[in-house]
Nanobody, 123 residues
Framework: QVQLVESGGGLVQAGGSLRLSCAAS????????MGWFRQAPGKEREFVAA????????YYADSVKGRFTISRDNAKNTVYLQMNTLKPEDTAVYYC????????????????WGQGTQVTVSS
């Protein structure tokens, strides 16, 4: 089992940047593919980005491709989401998740979830 804790959210103006971090407990972090999802008010939780156990390859939602970068440091048990050129429509609670199924973008194939961190982008 793994526990996930997100940090790095906050309020930023449109065009700005934030870096989210997700720290994982346990010794088996490198055995999980990791993903970031987000949920805006009144909307379903949606896929943002995913990274394989080794760090490559990665997947991105079309809406964030070219602006967001997912990375991981297995020595630090941490996965990151660098978010650049933020837009008001990026406003959401961002969740990291761990998957034993390998690299994928399907919410149902993630076994463990963090509590989320709020990202608010003002126009």
């Amino acid at each position: 089992q793994v526990q996930l804790v997100e940090s790095g959210g906050g309020l930023v103006q449109a065009g700005g940047s934030l870096r989210l971090s997700c720290a994982a407990s346990g010794r088996t972090f490198s055995s999980y593919a990791m993903g970031w999802f987000r949920q805006a008010p009144g909307k379903e939780r949606e896929f943002v980005a995913a990274i394989s156990r080794s760090g490559s390859p990665t997947y991105y939602a079309d809406s964030v491709k070219g602006r967001f970068t997912i990375s991981r440091d297995n020595a630090k048990n941490t996965v990151y989401l660098q978010m650049n050129t933020l837009k008001p429509e990026d406003t959401a609670v961002y969740y990291c998740a761990a998957s034993t199924y390998g690299l994928n973008l399907h919410r149902g194939q993630y076994d463990y979830w963090g509590q989320g961190t709020q990202v608010t982008v003002s126009s």
